[in-house]
């Protein structure tokens, strides 16, 4: 299939599940997930672990959506959270996201709240706020 953008090359055999063959022989799929090459995926890794603060780290998520629809779900853990790691950050799956971009993704946002604790705070403050547990 000849995509008007340079596409992700494939996992070798039995690495990943991704279906990205399933998706290009589907003539309606959303290729947008595909652009990400490892190239992108070390840009867009570089800049999860950069971010500062949370409107930055809602930007990001908005322009991973819109531009490759990727779905970030983040939420404090509901027994509280005293580290990073009581956030819940999970890409939702989606046919063509390769399983290591799955964890890259999270993992980068972590070390970003590691090294910038204020963005957890803010996202837990934002889900008390917004009535959560």
Known sequence: ?????PLRTECPPGTCICGREALLSDP???????????AEEKRLVERLES?????ELQRMEALMQAQLGIVLSITPSARGVRTVRGISIQVLEQPGLC?????????????SMEAHPEIAYAIVDAHDLLGGT
């Open 1 to 5: 299939m000849n995509a008007p953008f």
């Open 51 to 55: 971010l500062t603060s949370l409107p």
């Open 99 to 111: 399983r290591k971009i799955r964890q890259s993704i999270p993992a980068a946002i972590r070390r």
């Open 28 to 38: 309606d799929a959303d290729l947008r997930v595909l652009r990400l090459t490892r």
